[in-house]
């Protein structure tokens, strides 16, 4: 069997990037974070946002998240041949809402993992962040990110306050990723809101599972408003939440559109569902549902990804995990989603492809 390739995978930015390279006038609302004995604290904008405990850090921080010397022989010693690379740090500068600093942390991230990691391997294609302030700063910057040789950008999977994703105020953004031929990602738990849920009983789990709700809402708005309908070539990628739910959606969506068609509007060209499989993805590190409903979706619609190097992924068991989840499916499904659609939607090389002479 060929390595895998991960849809869904992060690094860990330096912890000066912005400190040391944001303009004077804006380094005391750096993003930055603060240790103590026990904890690290990290601030955006000139607030604290969110405490972890070293405990679980150090778990979730092995040398090969922030140096790609350690991390190539991690992806070898786990058969993963290329990356999708996501944020860690760099995903608190949703929480920004001043424009001119937003743009100056994306874009100072975005070069930072050009030169570190996708200048290094092409085993690694980089998902540019993109600001969310306002839509024609990420237009210009999706355009400078794709001149530099990024092929994916990302935006949070909560939409920013005020600007829901069934808005044709994104129609630019929408209109210039279609253009550029970059998926747009939108990962698990990024964009403001209510990290924590819960805080009594079953509260990991519960709050585990509430990040993976505003993928599907997210989804929703761009197939419902006609998003997707307007621009039948962009791509939309759901990040890091199972891919299971997609088939649901798309029962869901379609009831409604046909039993209320009285109220519906846009009317659409096609059925919801018809959309979600013709340009939506997701991708799931141990989701076995997702193999179950392929009929319904199609099979260029979900990816793998290990999400490494964090606890809900699958390292340091990723062979074993693969094993399990692909047994009873076909080598052909194992290949669309560890490797083809990956190269279809990301341009991401498998090993033999890359291995080939050009
Ligand atoms: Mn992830």
Avoid at 111 to 130: E, H, I, K, N, Q
Avoid at 184 to 189: K, L
Avoid at 321 to 332: N, Q, S
Wanted: aromatic letters at 10%; one cysteine or more.
């Amino acid at each position: 069997m060929k390595m895998a390739n991960s849809a869904d995978s992060h690094v860990l930015e330096p912890q000066g990037l912005w400190l040391e390279n944001l303009p004077a006038s804006m380094r005391d609302r750096a993003l930055y974070t603060v240790k103590d004995d026990t904890h690290e604290t990290v601030f955006a904008g000139g607030k604290a946002m969110w405490k972890s405990g070293l405990t679980y850090l150090d778990r979730v921080r092995p040398p090969g998240a922030h140096d790609p010397e350690a991390r190539l022989l991690d992806l070898d010693d786990q058969g993963v041949w290329g990356e999708v690379l996501f944020p860690s740090v760099a995903l608190w500068t949703y929480y920004i809402d001043d424009l001119e600093l937003q743009v100056e942390c994306g874009k100072l991230y975005n070069d930072w993992l050009l030169d570190t990691f996708m200048r290094r391997s092409p085993r690694w294609v980089g998902v540019a962040f993109l600001p969310t302030v306002e839509i024609a700063s990420a237009v210009a910057e999706l355009q400078r990110a794709v001149s530099l040789g990024y092929r994916a950008v990302m935006l949070p999977s909560t939409a920013p306050p005020n600007r829901p994703y069934s808005s044709a105020e994104w129609d630019p953004l929408w209109a210039a990723a279609q253009e550029a031929g970059t998926p747009v990602c939108f990962h698990v738990g990024t964009g403001q809101g209510e990290i924590i849920i819960a805080r009594g009983a079953g509260g990991a789990v519960i709050n585990y599972v509430e990040t993976f709700y505003p993928t599907q809402r997210t989804l929703c708005h761009l197939v419902a408003s006609g998003a997707l309908d307007r621009h039948p070539d962009l791509h939309v990628v759901f990040v890091e939440g199972g891919a299971s739910w997609l088939p649901s959606l798309m029962e869901r969506m379609d009831e409604g559109y046909q039993q209320h068609a009285m109220f519906v509007r846009p009317k659409l060209s096609m059925l919801p569902s018809e959309f979600i499989a013709r340009q939506a993805h997701a991708t799931f590190q141990h989701d076995r549902a997702a193999l179950q409903t392929l009929e319904i979706t199609g099979t260029q619609a979900i990816l793998w990804g290990s999400d490494y190097p964090h606890l809900e992924g699958t390292w340091p068991n990723t062979q074993e995990t693969l094993e399990g989840i692909f047994k009873g499916t076909t080598p052909e499904v194992r290949a669309a989603v560890t490797y083809q659609n990956l190269a279809d939607l990301f341009g991401l090389p498998d090993a033999e492809q890359a291995a080939r002479p050009a």
